[in-house]
Nanobody
Framework: QVRLGDSGGGLVQAGDSLSLSCVAS????????VGWFRQAPGKERVFVAS??????YYAESVKGRFSISRESGTNTVILQMNSLKPEDTADYYC????????????????????WGQGTQVTVSS
């Protein structure tokens, strides 16, 4: 069974950057999808970004500021977050799908099977 460890959150000021890491242990499939979601207090968990089969997808709210990538030779996916805004404040979770998804299905959290424990990001104004 694949276990995910997400980390890298913290307290930063608006305009700063953070890099979140998602490390998969166990035996992740050779081709899978890794996504990042976030959940602000009192709100639903929503899609942020995903990487699947070499394609990357982003929520409109983060496009141009966030970047998702795989570290070559490791089971690690990085979410680089630049130009952070107070509205980016949330708990961030990485999750995986055993397989490839599309631009549409990658955004559906119901398809993600494994989830990390979450890492908190707080952006002050």
């Amino acid at each position: 069974q694949v276990r995910l460890g997400d980390s890298g959150g913290g307290l930063v000021q608006a305009g700063d950057s953070l890099s979140l890491s998602c490390v998969a242990s166990g035996r992740p499939p050779a081709r899978n999808t890794v996504g990042w979601f976030r959940q602000a207090p009192g709100k639903e968990r929503v899609f942020v970004a995903s990487i699947s089969g070499g394609h990357t997808y982003y929520a409109e709210s983060v496009k141009g500021r966030f970047s998702i990538s795989r570290e070559s030779g490791t089971n690690t996916v990085i979410l680089q977050m630049n130009s952070l805004k107070p509205e980016d404040t949330a708990d961030y979770y990485c999750a995986t799908i055993d397989g490839i998804c599309t631009a549409t299905s990658c955004r559906d959290r119901r398809l993600y099977r494994n989830w990390g424990q979450g890492t908190q990001v707080t952006v002050s104004s």
